[in-house]
Each structure stands twice: as C-alpha cells, then as structure tokens.
C-alpha cells in the first residue's frame, strides 16, 4: 500500500503543463500549482490579451499574478524524489513472473543472482555470500539462475543424477547403475558433456564457418546486384542513345530525301514552264502570222494580193516537238520504290538480328547453370516442337508431316526460288531457333543421317566446306549410320563410341554452351557432349544421306 500511495503522490505533485515532477512549485490564486517556468512561458504567451488563465480550469486573472515559490510544496517534493527512487531501487530486485526467485528468501522473493548444481537451490546475492565466504563450499558448482534444477534429481530415487548412460542416452544416478542400467555402457555426466562439449565446438565452428562463407555469398550476391543494376542502367541508357542516333539518322535521310524531291521538282517545273512559255510564245506568232495570211487569201485585187505577199514575215525557227517526251509512268514513284527498298531490308536486317539482341539480353546469367538432366523424363521438361523450313530444304528432299519429316528423293522438288535455300547440300534447317535449355529427338530410317545445328548465317551456296553440317565453325553435326556415329564440327571428325540407335536425343543449353547427343532406346546413353560458346541461336538440321532415308523431328508432348 505504501508503495501505490508514493506512486499516486508522484501523480498528485506532477505538473501538467510538462507532465513532470514540480521544479520550483508555484499556487496561483485558483489554487492549482506548477512549475514556475511553465506557468511563466504559459503567460507570456497570453500576454496581448490582456488576461491570464488557469491551463486546467480556465480561470482568468486580471492583473497578472506576481508568482511566490511555495517552499512546503518544494520541500514536498523533494522528499518524494528520494524515497520513490529509494522504492524504484528496491522493485528493480525483486522477482517477478519470469525472474528465477531466490529459494532462500522468505516473504517478497529476491532474484537469484546464481544456482547451486550441489545444492539444488538458487540464491540471491545476500543468501549466496556463504558460498563465497566459507570453506564447505567450495566444491559446489554455481551456475546462472535456472529454474530448471529438479530436473537434476532422478524421479526413481531421489537423488542426484551424476552419471550418463550412453546405451539408453540419459542422465542417471548411481543408483541407477545398480538397477535398470545396470552392465549399460556409463560414464559421469561430466566426462559426457567433456566429450559432447568436443563435438558441440566441432558443430560450431562449422557452423561459423560456413556462416562466413554465406556472408561472403551475400556480399558477393550483393555485389552482383549492383553490378547487374549499374550494367542494366548503362546499357539501357547506351542503348538510347544509339536508338535516338538510329533515329536522328532516319531522320535525316528522310530530310535529305524529302529536300532532293523539293529541288528536282522545282527544277523539272521550272524547264516545263520555260519550255510552255516557249510554246505559247510560238503559238501566239503561229496566230498573227495566220490572221495575216488570212487576211491576204481574202484580197481580191491581184496585182494588191502579190504586192503584199512578199511582206510577209517568215517563220521562226519551231520547236521540235519530238523532244518533248512524257514519262508513260509517274514521276517520283522511283523515289517512293527505292526507299520502300531500303525500309524492307532494314526490316530484314531488324528481323534477323534482332534475336541476337534477345538472346543477348536473355543469357545474361550471374548464378552457376543448372546441372543437365539425367534421365529422359527430365530431358523430356524442355522437349521442343521443331519443324523444318520449307525457304532452306534442298530440292532433293521432300518434306512431309507437318514439315516435321525429310525424305531424300531420286528427282528434283518443285520448290520456289529463296535465298535461304541450301542448293548443293541436301540439308535443311529447323524453322524454330533454338535459346535457353531445349530438348529434341531424332527418328531416322534408311543409310543414315546428320543430326546437327547450326548458325542462321551458315552459307546457303557453295560446297560441303562452307555448308555442310560439321564442315565449318557454323555448325555441329552427329552423323550416324548402322555401323558407327562420328561427331563433326569445323572438319574435325571425333569417333562416337556407344550403344547404336535409330532414336537420337540432342539436348541444347544454349547460355551454358553445353550441346549434347544422346542414344534412345530403353534407356539414355550419352554419345557425345560439347562444351563451347554459342554466339547466336541455334536452328536445328537433318541430313540424310542417300535416297530413300529418312530422318523426322518425333513429337514429344
């Protein structure tokens, strides 16, 4: 009770203006107090009307009261200080809900400052002292408080529990070792927690080990941010400014273009008006020298009409109407031709090589690859539908099933012209390119076929050496037939040793540059892998290699 009237006192003698204890208390005449300083800057600031209130009860006072320190209500709460700190002091010892209380103490309980692992008890600093002071002690383990020291005694026979058996891993006393655990493998706890303590430090420094790996990782991560960000922010920014130079250059040649237009229009004008002023100069003389032979055919009086006809003015040289040639077509239609030209092969360009942009921008990759699939489920995650382009196939093959299928043919395909097409190689190429993980097989019957890949950008004309698939450094080629597999690439032949196959896997990680060939049969045997790096996308290619074989890109899904 006396330490809730203090806490009320503390309440009753606060000002409440600065909600704290009253420094130099004042009573104004309503009878409230507060802090002189307070009440002082409270009516300094009402001082332009004149009148000065009560901040609690609103009551104005005319003059403004002269203000007395009251020396009781100082005294007062100078007492209160020092014996609610002396109260604050004494609460902070005591014990509360979640404190381990001092077994010793009798009435409101102290915080135990250590636990006796001898003793079983716990002590506060004033009940503790004996274990400092006297002999007898000194053997007992002090620990820090714990509420936990029952857990010490063995429910079985009340005792002490100071050994550990290993058979059924828990602490026993040694009563213990004469009854239920009796011929177990048992230590004391201590040797125990000697040995348990070894490996807990073992833990531990691994642990803290690779804590400090991981924070280099994070540090690391961290920097790749920043560095992905800065080189992101760079490169959209570069990328601006070429676009914006791209652009500016449209524009001017749009300029130049639209200026050459103006000036040979106002040239071709300026001879046409020249040459009809010319002309209708001609016709007006045409007109006069008529209306004056006119006017002589007219004259009756011989001897009048062969005296004039002399004075006639001859004709002036006319012109030569045969240079004058009119365009059958129009005009600046050329113009509009040859630039339309030019828009369709930088749309080409644009279409072309715009995917190299993509894949650029796609295989930007900070983390580590991901492993490559194992069996052919996880192969079959990144399965692709390919079919072939009808614009590249040699006209030796014939395409089939949904341009999935090629079939090597005894007679030329009517197929168009296209400047994709590969006219010496009897080859042909997916119409899908190929980025990121990818997955596909090959079924294949006759001789034998490439199975292969290649760059968009392979030669088109020409012999094996430029386009042949595994010829060049545009292409990567599995060749199989039923007695052997050869791996080619830039006419280098590597022999493939493996099981023999009509069912070829090829698996693609583009940004990784891993590009592998697998044999399909009940199981995956892997034929041969590559490890490189792939500047462009990829398109896939099949070869057969006489009449009559066969090769198809087999539906997966």
């Known amino acids: ?84 700190l002396q109260a604050a002091a004494a609460d902070h010892c005591y014990a509360g809900p979640e404190d381990v209380s001092c077994d010793v103490c009798t009435g409101r309980k102290l915080k135990a400052f250590k636990s006796c692992l001898v003793c079983l008890v ?40 100071k050994m550990f058996c ?19 493998d048992t230590v004391s706890a201590a040797a125990e927690r000697t040995e348990r303590q070894r490996e807990l430090e073992v833990s531990r420094l691994n642990i803290q080990k690779r804590i400090q790996d991981r924070e280099k990782d994070v540090k690391l991560l961290q920097q790749e941010v920043e560095n992905i960000n800065l080189s992101a922010d760079k490169a959209v920014e570069d990328n601006e400014k070429i676009f914006i130079e791209l652009i500016h250059l449209m524009e001017e040649r749009s300029s130049d273009v639209k200026q050459q237009v103006r000036s ?38 011989h001897n009048q009409f062969l005296h004039n006809y002399p004075s006639l003015s001859p004709l002036s040289e006319s012109t030569d109407s045969s240079s004058i040639r009119i365009r059958p077509l129009s005009y600046f239609e050329d113009v509009t031709e040859a630039v339309s030209e030019v828009r369709d092969k930088l749309q080409d360009v644009l279409r072309d090589k715009w995917t190299n942009v993509s894949l650029m921008v796609t295989e930007v990759d900070v983390l580590l690859s991901q492993s490559e699939p194992k069996t052919r489920a ?94 060049n450094d545009k292409s ?6 039923k007695n052997s597999d050869l791996f080619l690439y830039n006419k280098v032949q590597t022999l493939v040793s493996g099981p023999q196959s009509s069912r070829v896997g090829v698996y693609l990680d583009h940004s990784a540059g891993i590009l592998s060939f697998y044999s399909v049969s009940e199981t995956m045997s892997l034929l041969h892998r590559v490890q490189t790096t792939f500047t462009q996308p990829l398109y896939a290619g099949l070869l057969p290699f006489s009449s009559g074989t066969t090769a198809e890109f087999c539906k997966l899904k």
């Open 1 to 84: 009770m006396a330490q809730k009237g203090i806490h009320l006192d503390e309440e009753s003698f606060s000002c409440s203006i600065c909600l704290d204890l009253l420094k130099d208390p004042v009573t104004i005449p309503c009878g409230h107090s507060y802090c002189m300083n307070c009440i002082k800057t409270h009516w300094d600031e009402e001082e332009e009307k004149k009148l000065h209130s009560c901040p609690q009860c609103r009551q104005t006072f005319t003059p403004r009261p002269v203000l007395l320190k009251n020396t009781m209500l100082a005294d007062l709460v100078e007492q209160l200080k020092k014996t609610g």
């Open 378 to 471: 996880e192969f079959l995650k990144y399965s692709r539908e390919i079919t072939l382009d009808p614009n590249t196939v040699n006209r030796l093959l014939l395409l089939s099933d949904e341009n999935r299928k090629v079939t090597f043919m005894k007679k030329h395909q009517s197929y168009s012209r296209h400047r994709d097409r590969f006219t010496e190689c009897y080859q042909v190429l997916s119409r899908e390119s190929l980025t990121g993980r990818c997955y596909w097989e090959v079924e294949w019957r006759g001789e034998g076929v490439f199975a292969a890949v290649a760059y968009k950008d392979i030669s088109r004309k020409g012999d094996w050496d430029e386009c042949g698939f595994g010829w």
């Open 264 to 301: 040979q229009q106002r040239t071709e004008v300026s001879r046409v008006k020249e040459l009809q002023e010319k002309l209708e100069q001609e016709i007006t003389e045409l007109k006069r020298n008529d209306t004056e032979l006119k006017k002589i055919s007219h004259t009756e009086d």
């Open 122 to 161: 716990s002590y506060c600093e004033n009940h503790l002292q004996p274990h400092y002071e006297s002999p007898a002690f000194e053997k007992h383990k002090l620990v820090d408080p714990s509420n936990k020291l029952q857990e010490n005694i063995c429910s079985r026979h009340d005792e002490v529990m």
């Open 476 to 481: 990567w080629a599995l060749r199989c037939d």
């Open 166 to 184: 290993r058979t059924d891993q828990q602490c026993i006393c040694y009563l213990c070792l004469m009854d239920e655990h009796k011929g177990h």
